[in-house]
Every structure is written in C-alpha cells, then in structure tokens.
C-alpha cells in the first residue's frame, strides 16, 4: 500500500529528528500534502496511526497543509488553478497543461517538547 510507506518514511523522518536533538516526545508533526499529490488522506492518516504506535510520535497532533493544485498553461501562457489531474484548462478549456505546483508532500513541521526528563 502507498500510503503505509509513505506513513513510515515520515515516522522515520519525525524518530531521527526527535533522536537528534535528544527529544523522545514529539508534540506536533505538520505535513504538506498538495491535492494533485495523489495521496489518499484518509488512507494516510489511518497508515499514521499504525506506523507511529510505540515510537516518539505516537500521541503527536498531527496538521496536514493542502497546497492546490497548480498548472503552466502553454495557451494562456500563465499559471492556472487545477483541481484534479488530468482536467483541462478552466480559462481556454485546453489540456496543454504542465503541472507546477499541488504535487509536495513532505513534512515541513515538528515540534519536539523539551521536558527532557521524561
Ligand atoms: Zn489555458
């Protein structure tokens, strides 16, 4: 399944970041995921959960930032609002379309709590 890799890269992501700066309790993780990504978020968020049970990211609050999509447009000849892939241009009704923007994921956030007594 996509998404359960995805999931487990970003609890990767988030424990060796936690590791290096000697946190063992992640409070917040904020993630982009653009609408042209193709990730499915239920799907993602539910994957989450699974990945990051008995890691430092278990009860860590968890943001997702949906960027739209975006596409270069070589009739208009400027950037245009896409909502799916594969539609046409909503000025010119045109499909010369290049998508540049919608397709991020990564983790952009995380906050580490620093109570390090724990
Ligand atoms: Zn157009």
């Not at 890799?5 to 936690?18: G, K, M, N, W, Y």
């Not at 993630?31 to 009860?59: D, P, R, W, Y």
């Not at 990564?106 to 109570?115: A, F, N, T, Y």
């Amino acid at each position: 399944m996509h998404e359960m890799s995805l999931a487990q890269s970003i609890v990767e992501i988030v424990e060796r970041t936690a590791k290096e700066n000697h946190s063992n309790k992640v409070v917040s993780v904020r993630l982009i995921v653009g609408k042209l990504s193709g990730v499915e978020m239920h799907s993602l968020m539910q994957s989450l959960k699974i990945a990051s049970q008995s890691t430092v990211m278990e009860k860590a609050e968890i943001f997702v930032d949906r960027p739209p999509g975006t596409a270069w447009c070589m009739n208009c000849g400027k950037t245009v609002p896409m909502e799916r892939l594969g539609d046409a241009c909503p000025e010119c009704g045109g499909y010369q379309l290049r998508v540049n923007g919608g397709k991020e994921f990564r983790v952009s956030e995380i906050e580490l709590s620093d109570d390090e007594e724990n």
